[in-house]
């Protein structure tokens, strides 16, 4: 397994993913909600701010960050290919293209929430504290902050 910076000669592997992933992310719904999005996976791939996973060449994990904002946008990873520490070196990664010494936000299902049972146990897995309630594309959800 490679953990690489996504380019735009990616999108097409990447959005193949996405599309297997995307009723575990509210806002993901509409085809025109998914154009949406991988227009926002290439501004992301142009400012080296998209990373993924490829076993053989394929995508088997995505992540997007923001520097600026220090926060960890959108995170998935194959459903065949879970559970083998490939979100875990993505955010190691991601961490080695952050400014050290600032907190890193990410929001999340908040508890209770069948579809984030596994995204909860990993951030808290990676050390991340829960923050903040607030909503996101009209969905209840938590912060999570590794504090660093
Ligand atoms: C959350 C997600 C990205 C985790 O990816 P992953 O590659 O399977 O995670 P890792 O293998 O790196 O997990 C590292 C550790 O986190 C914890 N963890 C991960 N998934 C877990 C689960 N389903 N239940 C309990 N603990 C879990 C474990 O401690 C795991 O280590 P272990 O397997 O040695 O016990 C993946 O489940 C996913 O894509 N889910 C759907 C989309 C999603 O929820 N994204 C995040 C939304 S903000």
Known sequence: M??????????DNWMCLVNQVKDSFP???TREALEEH???VLEFMGRDAAVCAKID????????????DHMLCFLAVDEVCRR???????????????????DIAV???????????????FYKRLGFVEGRLTEEFGSPVQEFVLRR
């Open 107 to 121: 929001t999340t299902y908040r508890e209770g929430a069948p579809e984030g049972v596994a995204a909860r146990a």
């Open 2 to 11: 490679n953990v690489e910076l996504g380019k735009a000669c990616d999108i």
């Open 38 to 40: 991988r227009r926002t």
């Open 57 to 68: 060449g394929r995508i088997v994990g995505t992540l997007l960050f923001s520097r600026d």
């Open 27 to 29: 806002g993901l719904e």
């Open 84 to 102: 083998q520490h490939i979100a875990e070196n993505m955010v190691s990664y991601m961490l080695t293209l952050m400014e050290p010494g600032k």
